[in-house]
Nanobody, 122 residues
Framework: QVQPVESGGGLVQAGGSLRLSCAAS????????MGWYRQAPGKQRELVAR???????NYADSVKGRFTISMDNAKNTVYLQMNSLKPEDTAVYYC????????????????WGQGTQVTVSS
């Protein structure tokens, strides 16, 4: 099964930037969308940003204008550029790939990464 592999998390001061990357563990024939979610302690997991295979995007209101999601289709990799980070952005960030198909006859499925910690200090 395809597994998203995240990287790029870390500790940054408020106002700083980080870039997260998520690469599929092996080649994907097609998918519906790739997205970033986050979960802070004591809170539910929430959508941060998502990019569809056709290129359209959507963002949580809390990150609009600060975060940018992009995709390298050839590498089956999605990126999240995070600028003007705030302490409230602190969370574990998870990559999700939705509607994965690796063969023409296989069923579609979703897959989650293990998560990467982002900590923003004030």
């Amino acid at each position: 099964q395809v597994q998203p592999v995240e990287s790029g998390g870390g500790l940054v001061q408020a106002g700083g930037s980080l870039r997260l990357s998520c690469a599929a563990s092996r080649a994907i024939l097609s998918f519906n969308n790739m997205g970033w979610y986050r979960q802070a302690p004591g809170k539910q997991r929430e959508l941060v940003a998502r990019i569809w295979s056709g290129g359209s995007t959507n963002y949580a209101d809390s990150v609009k204008g600060r975060f940018t999601i992009s995709m390298d289709n050839a590498k089956n990799t999605v990126y999240l550029q995070m600028n003007s980070l705030k302490p409230e952005d602190t969370a574990v960030y998870y990559c999700n790939i939705e509607g994965i198909r690796t063969t023409f006859v296989g069923r579609r499925y979703d897959s989650w990464g293990q998560g990467t910690q982002v900590t923003v200090s004030s």
